[in-house]
């Protein structure tokens, strides 16, 4: 997929854009920290957001090599950062060919982005997911980031729109909820921005 630039705006359309999400067992690989395959981190859950405010996410089944666990100290069972249990994903989680298939289907004709830098931790568990899933991955991942500036002024003025909340718990749907939101606001300022500059056409 080409990053498809709108040509006034300087960044793709929402309605060219698909945010992901993904939350995981833990960060065990993502910087190639371990070489142990029963130590890698893989994904939990995997949520999409589109502009028109649809989403949806899926808990993920752990294949039978994917050991890695990162817990509350209180509670083995449960993920210390997103609070969902192993047993929980055994019980309600898809298999990871289903959330592949689906997957390739959302994003399809889209724009796929995800606020980890560089996309490095979300393209290690989408690695992990597809290939554990014997389905080839359809699309790339980009870095939201690599879109807006951090620096730019309307990018605190979009966070302040679109209201998102300080501390919210870490759910995939959520999270790509919120960015998405963010993303809409921002190239909302751009667009009417570039509008108001614009010479109006005289009226015959």
């Known amino acids: 997929m080409n990053r498809d630039l709108d040509n006034k705006v300087g ?50 089944r752990p294949e039978p090599g994917w050991q890695d666990w990162n817990s509350e100290p ?21 298999n990871s060919r289903f959330v592949a298939e689906w997957l390739n289907e959302q994003v399809d004709g889209k724009i796929a982005m995800c606020d980890s830098p560089n996309a490095r931790a979300d393209l290690f568990w989408l690695d992990r997911l597809y290939e554990a899933s014997g389905v080839e991955r359809g699309f790339d991942v980009f870095y939201l980031y690599d879109f807006i500036a951090l620096e730019d002024p309307d990018f605190d003025m979009a966070y302040e729109q679109a209201g998102i909340a300080d501390e919210t718990e870490h759910r995939a749907e959520r999270d790509a909820t919120e960015i998405m939101r963010l993303y809409c606001e921002f190239y909302s300022i751009k667009a009417n921005k570039e509008f108001s500059a614009s010479p109006s056409t005289p009226t015959l």
């Not at 960060?27 to 649809?54: C, F, M, Q, W």
């Not at 209180?74 to 898809?94: K, P, Q, V, Y």
């Open 74 to 94: 209180s509670d083995e069972d449960i993920g210390a950062i997103h609070r969902i249990s192993r047993t929980r994903l055994f019980e309600e989680g898809r």
């Open 11 to 60: 960044i793709p359309s929402p309605s060219q854009v698909v945010i992901i999400d993904i939350e995981a067992s833990s960060l065990r690989g993502v910087s190639g920290d371990t070489h142990d395959a029963a130590l890698l981190s893989y994904p939990v859950e995997i949520a999409v957001a589109h502009d028109n405010g649809g989403s949806q996410a899926y808990l993920i």
